[in-house]
């Protein structure tokens, strides 16, 4: 039996072997690395949402807006850059990041408000406070790769301060998606090779992933049995070292 | 020098002759090899590899097992996406009877108004300070907090097993592990399945404020083993992890060096010495025209 066990071990080994070094480093990094800079959010500062002077009352009234955009599942009041608006949700995801269609609507005048680079950039800047200016704005309708689970498309607004931050802001809500920068990257990168996120899916639940992790069980297990085996052989003695 | 020396001392450690190797350095590996301990890669990392995982496999087998356990089981099942419909039934403007204004009228101080569905019918959320409240919009009666009754239709209205429910239980305080505490208070409405299924309904503004069932809680306990945080900190960065994890990086290093010289390198001279006997004649001639040069 333990012919095969040595077998398992070496094969197995020889399969997964540099991703078990890989696990093991790249978990020792997160170990070892600083997390709050690894969010990403040192230049971030949160949205001072002044409550606007105007009363609720005083606003066009819930039923009015309604009428006019019948596809709603709901409504809700909305302060951007204390603003007052109406954020009509059209379609509903269980999570703020899966697709959602939204409509914007100025609570003062009613008008069908969108999130263009103008508005996009003025929320990126209320939301920074680092040094740097905006170096450019991109609209990304694809996947994100600072934010890979972001599935809305939403404005990039990058600036050019010493950690190449981006801001992300959901085109559809004109939500903070989330800040992201050099520090984040590195720190992800580390999260891509741990999770063998080669494709940078944002998820660890991938074919190559579990078929790497039956594999090891089978390293383990062999190597556990192997290692038993050996203390009961006396193969274990200090003096021999 | 140094580097061809320990290459063969490597080749003579693992008992692969390469005759082309042992040709040309013969005469000047012989004083190093006189030495008590000349340093051999292969021993080095097969004691280092054999005494390491005496004392850290064991934490090897649960990485193994608790990652497998996290990677098999999808993380939105985990997160109990699949217990609940995502509705997309739609607000009838027609059923806002009880206008806006009168709300402001009867509340002043509302803010954040919300018009949405509870269940089927049209309903107002709102908040005084830190308070939540639902009132319906149609007759303008306020549903807060939130009866037994209701919510439990609530939960059924957005679970998706077949179960019925087993019980409601309402939580003011101290929320159980898993639920933060601004979403309190919470009807806890469990349903009947193997892995036991919770809805948290909040009892102020009627959303399913978390779902949880038995797989999560597995999932919480994996991830801890294998982040090796047996306190309550959820942190990946405890020492007890450092220490170990130091000591592992060395452990499959020195794994990887093992692989290379017991698995692959048999591999390469295997394969030459098939090669060799396949087509003796030629291979042997380009050898010794690679050796001279």
């Known amino acids: ?241 | 020098m140094v580097c061809a020396a320990a290459l063969t001392l490597l080749t003579n450690a693992s008992g692969i002759f390469i005759v082309e190797n042992d040709t040309i350095n013969t005469k000047k590996i012989k004083p190093k090899t006189i030495r008590k301990k000349p340093f051999k890669l292969f021993n080095f990392s097969h004691k280092l590899h054999k005494w390491l995982m005496l004392f850290i496999g064991a934490q090897f087998v649960i990485w193994s097992v608790t990652g497998t356990y996290m990677v098999f089981f999808d993380i939105d099942y985990i997160h109990g996406d699949s217990l609940v419909v995502t509705h997309q039934s739609k607000i009838n403007p027609e059923n806002l009877t009880y206008p806006s204004q009168a709300l402001f009228q009867q509340y002043p101080r509302a803010k954040n108004l919300s018009v949405g569905l509870l269940i089927d019918r049209e309903v107002y959320r709102f908040n005084i300070a830190k308070q939540q409240y639902i009132i319906d919009a149609h007759s303008g009666e306020l549903l807060s907090p939130l009866t037994k009754n209701t919510a439990t239709a609530i939960a059924k209205h957005f679970y998706t097993g077949d179960g019925g429910v087993i019980n409601a239980e309402l939580i003011s305080s101290n929320p159980p592990f898993g639920l933060r505490e601004r979403h309190l208070p919470v009807w806890q409405v469990n349903f009947d399945h193997f892995s036991s299924p919770t809805l948290y309904i909040s009892a102020n503004n009627g959303k399913a404020v978390g779902k949880r069932h038995q797989f999560w809680y597995i999932f919480d306990w994996m991830f801890r083993l294998h982040i090796m945080d047996y306190g309550d900190e959820q942190d990946p960065s405890n020492w007890l992890l450092f220490f170990i994890a130091s000591l592992a990086f060395f452990a499959a290093l020195s794994g990887l060096v093992l692989t290379y010289f017991k698995v692959i390198k048999p591999m390469i001279s295997s394969g030459k010495k098939r090669a060799n006997t396949a087509k003796k004649t030629p291979q042997d001639s380009q050898l010794s025209v690679g050796d001279k040069a």
């Open chain 1, 1 to 241: 039996m333990m012919i095969w066990v040595r077998k398992i071990h070496k094969w197995a080994s020889l399969l997964i072997g540099l991703q078990v070094f890989i696990w093991v480093a790249s978990g020792l990094t997160f170990n070892v690395i600083d997390h709050d800079k690894a969010r990403g959010n040192v230049y971030r500062q949160t949205l001072i949402t002044k409550q606007s002077t105007i009363a609720n009352k005083d606003l066009l009234p819930v039923e009015v807006i309604l009428k006019s955009y019948p596809d709603t599942i709901e409504l809700n009041q909305a302060n951007i850059l204390s603003q007052p608006y109406y954020l009509l949700t059209q379609q509903h995801g269980l999570y703020r990041h899966l697709p959602n269609s939204y409509h914007i609507v100025n609570a003062i005048t009613g008008e069908l408000t969108l999130v263009d680079e103008q508005l996009a950039t003025a929320i990126a800047k209320a939301s920074y406070n680092g040094p740097g200016n905006i170096k450019s704005v991109v609209l990304i309708a694809s996947t994100i790769s600072d934010y890979p689970k972001q599935q809305n498309p939403s404005w990039q607004i990058n600036f050019d301060d010493d950690l190449e931050t981006s801001v992300y802001v959901e085109q559809g809500s004109g939500r903070l998606v989330g800040h992201s920068n050099s520090d984040k990257r590195f720190a992800d990168f580390f999260f891509m090779l741990h999770f063998m996120d080669y494709g940078t899916e944002g998820s660890f639940n991938t074919v190559q992933m579990m078929l790497f992790a039956f594999i090891t069980l089978w390293l383990t297990f062999s190597g556990l049995i192997w290692t038993i085996h050996m203390l009961r052989k006396g193969k274990y003695r200090v003096k021999k070292l």
